[in-house]
């Protein structure tokens, strides 16, 4: 136990500064051309960091095969990457991946985040190809081994002082989870709004007796022929005159592309009390009242009433866009229009009926699901109203006779029979001549047509007068 103990040490400690570290070798990954294989070589010992930030939107597989991570994507295109995974199959060590601008995962973090499979059915015959192309080994050399040399041995070491021995209790450690942060959220769509939606109505239809809601309309003259060729009936009776009738329906759902799905279309609550406008701006109008928007019998419905409470139309509008838009009450034209046998000599009933198109876009608005809301344009959801025209009837009406024996002044008649009952004059109500005429839809409000003197009377033989005409 008194034997001489000596250290040999073997060779000198080389003093040098330490190496620097290096940065990663940045590889960055983009998507190849359809059917394309590409090889990336990262090395074994080299710090390498595989950048996927440009394919980070990409439709991918992820397979792993020996030491590789095959990227197929959605265009049969692959990226080998080698080597990915060491020979025991864990991540390599010296790796690190970029998944977008600013984030970056070790290795295994990476493998732990997104899913790769081992399954080579998924990958396209080149890429399976390719994988048993890449040359994978190690470097192999002879080893120095430098000589131990003998230099003069160190003294032993005295005896080390030590403090009293103490026991700590134990206590549990706390275990900290590792947790990954979470995927980046998807980006936000907005929804883009164009195009047009519109539909046709027709007042003939109107019918008081049978119309649901208050209102003051004359019973419609159906018949096949309008201004502007909207009027599609092909009858003035039967199926035939059903094609247009007062409701329309359709969907607003063309006119919003992108955005978060899905997209929901709702009442535009801030158009209450507003005037309804056709498309050139002007305010719409009932026998002579303005139509202002108004709350409709629920949320999605809206209606065009006027002052005294008349409910000129009803537009209900679902969630998805579908919409049915219902006239009830007649409309104001605001172009006028004569019908004689001048203008008309083919006597063709209804061929001067203009169509007044209604702009109902400040009506609707909208939203998607995250939610970014929307309006509609001005013009892009339209409902044209066809007009309706009264016609002549043939029939006859008698006011009565005047006679020329009560007349004084120019002319002095011969009185005969009893007072009163020679009249030179009588009176010619509106009730007497609306038996010649139906109105049509565009009744007065007190019912039935305005009537006055013709500056260009026509139609009777001429009528003389001591002489004259």
Do not use: C, W
Not at 115 to 141: E, H, M, N, W, Y
Not at 228 to 233: A, E, H, L, R
């Amino acid at each position: 136990m008194n034997a001489r103990v000596q250290v040999a040490q073997a060779g000198s400690a080389p003093t040098s500064t330490p190496t620097p570290t290096q940065p990663p070798k940045v590889v960055k990954v983009i998507k190849p051309a359809d059917g394309q294989a590409i090889q990336i070589e990262l090395g074994y010992t080299e710090a390498a960091k595989l950048d996927l930030s440009a394919v980070a939107n990409e439709k991918i597989t992820l397979v792993h095969v020996g030491e590789n991570l095959i990227i197929l994507f959605d265009n049969n295109a692959t990226v080998t990457v080698h080597p990915f995974f060491d020979s025991t199959g864990q991540v390599a060590q010296n790796l690190t991946v970029g998944v977008s601008d600013g984030r970056d995962l070790s290795g295994t973090d990476f493998a732990s985040v997104f899913p790769i499979t081992t399954d080579q059915s998924v990958l396209p015959a080149a890429g399976a190809a390719g994988v048993a192309a890449l040359a994978s080994g190690a470097s192999f050399s002879s080893a120095a081994v430098d000589p131990l040399s003998t230099p003069n041995p160190l003294p032993l070491l005295p005896p080390e002082e030590l403090p009293n021995f103490v026991v700590a209790p134990e206590t549990n450690p706390v275990q900290q989870q590792e947790t990954s942060p979470p995927p980046p959220p998807p980006p936000n769509l907005l929804p883009a709004i164009g195009g047009h939606v519109g539909g046709f109505v027709e007042e003939e239809q109107l019918n008081p007796q049978i119309l649901p809601l208050p209102n003051k309309a004359g019973v419609g003259n159906e018949d096949t022929h309008d201004l502007s060729g909207n009027d599609t009936d092909t009858s003035a009776t039967g199926p035939g005159s059903q094609v247009v009738t007062l409701t329309t329906t359709g969907t607003l759902a063309t006119l919003v592309t992108g955005g978060d799905l899905p997209i929901t279309f709702l009442i535009n609550n801030a158009a209450f009390g507003s005037s309804v406008k056709d498309t050139a701006g002007n305010d719409v109008k009932s026998i002579g009242m303005v139509v202002h928007y108004a709350q409709g019998v629920d949320s999605s419905t809206i209606n065009g009433v006027t002052a005294d409470q008349r409910v000129i139309f009803t537009l209900k509008v679902a969630a998805d866009g579908s919409f049915t838009f219902t006239l009830n009450d007649q409309i104001d034209e605001p172009f006028h229009s004569v019908d004689n046998a001048t203008t008309n000599p083919n006597h063709l009933q209804g061929i001067f009926e203009e169509t007044l198109n209604l702009d109902l876009s400040t009506a609707v608005t909208g939203h998607d699901a995250t939610p970014d809301g929307f309006t509609l344009p001005a013009g892009s959801f339209t409902v044209g109203v066809v007009d309706d025209t009264p016609i002549a009837l043939a029939n006859t009406i008698s006011a009565g006779e005047v006679f020329e024996d009560g007349l004084t002044g120019l002319s002095i008649g011969n009185t005969e029979g009893a007072p009163g009952t020679q009249p030179t004059s009588l009176t010619i109500t509106s009730a007497m001549l609306n038996q010649l005429v139906s109105v049509g839809a565009d009744a007065l409000s007190a019912g039935g047509a305005s009537f006055s003197l013709s500056s260009t009377p026509s139609g009777s033989p001429l009528v003389n007068s001591k002489g004259s005409r």
